[in-house]
């Protein structure tokens, strides 16, 4: 067996000090990249300025889709609903776990335009209640549109079903086919309160809004260290498999006197000056 010298004592404790040596390698880069990532909280301002409810208008602008930094802000906006045209969302999950609906409403603002609301959750199938009549004021927290195949398989079969009174998702493209406006937000809002109030059955329930989040930051000299410690692992292991291979597998000591009487020859060819022919008799 080639490799049996591996299994002396000496050899042995050589592998135990390589093996220690490339975990401590892999850890160490664990280390620098778990540091490479951080995470910072915001600051008492933010915080506050993201549960403060801002115009939508300065959330979403010129009709484009929200920002990662609008989803989840604190949001209001002034319109009137249209509660002919409310649609129930299968399928949907309370912070505590619960599955239910939520039910969406157009509110049509002063400038033509629409917001879709989700005016709250309820565990059951239910007839979505009365919206408030007249201009109302809604504060709620901002949500963006949602694609009509992202939809849970559930939902897609139970909206499939009664489209007249569900949809599978929160979805525009197919808003805009379903209800008669084409000015939709590509975002929703998802209700926290509304003014004035309008009858209150306590149907539904306000989805609380999310915790504000906090930003994060890659640092480029712990990702330089991370790949550091990383190669010297891998550097001392390939070293180790090439020198034990050179080891067992030697060069063949024909071969290697072969190629000593080689070079010995051409030497002596080189030192020998060549031989002259006799001179002959007049």
């Not at 070293?239 to 030697?250: C, G, K, Q, S, T």
Request: net charge negative; glycine share 8%; with cysteine.
């Amino acid at each position: 067996m080639k490799y049996r010298f591996l299994f002396r004592p000496a050899w042995l404790a050589a592998i135990t000090a390589l093996i220690v040596l490339t975990v401590a390698f892999v850890g160490l880069g664990m280390w620098q990249w778990s540091r490479a990532h951080r995470t910072h909280k915001l600051s008492p301002q933010a915080a506050a300025a993201y549960v403060t409810p801002a115009p939508l208008a300065q959330l979403l602008k010129d009709g484009s889709p929200a920002t990662d930094d609008a989803i989840g802000h604190a949001v209001s906006v002034s319109g009137v609903f249209d509660g002919a045209h409310q649609l129930l969302v299968p399928d949907r999950r309370f912070p505590d776990g619960r599955i239910g609906y939520i039910v969406i409403a157009p509110l049509k603002l002063s400038d033509g335009s629409v917001v879709v609301v989700s005016r709250g959750w309820s565990a059951q199938r239910i007839t979505p209640p009365p919206t408030p009549s007249g201009q109302v004021t809604v504060t709620g927290w901002l949500s963006a549109e949602e694609p009509a195949d992202g939809a849970p398989p559930d939902a897609a079969d139970v909206a499939a079903k009664d489209p007249a009174h569900l949809i599978a998702s929160v979805d525009v493209a197919t808003l805009v086919n379903t209800w008669p406006y084409t000015d939709l937000d590509q975002a929703y809002v998802n209700q926290t309160g509304v003014t004035p109030a309008g009858p209150d059955d306590g149907t539904l329930t306000a989805i609380p809004a999310p915790a504000p989040p906090n930003t994060s930051s890659w640092y480029i000299l712990n990702v330089g260290y991370t790949l550091q410690w990383w190669l010297f692992g891998v550097v001392g292991l390939c070293w180790f498999v090439i020198y034990v291979r050179r080891l067992a597998n030697p060069a063949p000591p024909e071969e290697e006197d072969e190629a000593e009487e080689g070079d010995e020859e051409e030497e002596l060819e080189e030192l020998t000056p060549p031989e002259q022919a006799p001179a002959t008799a007049p």
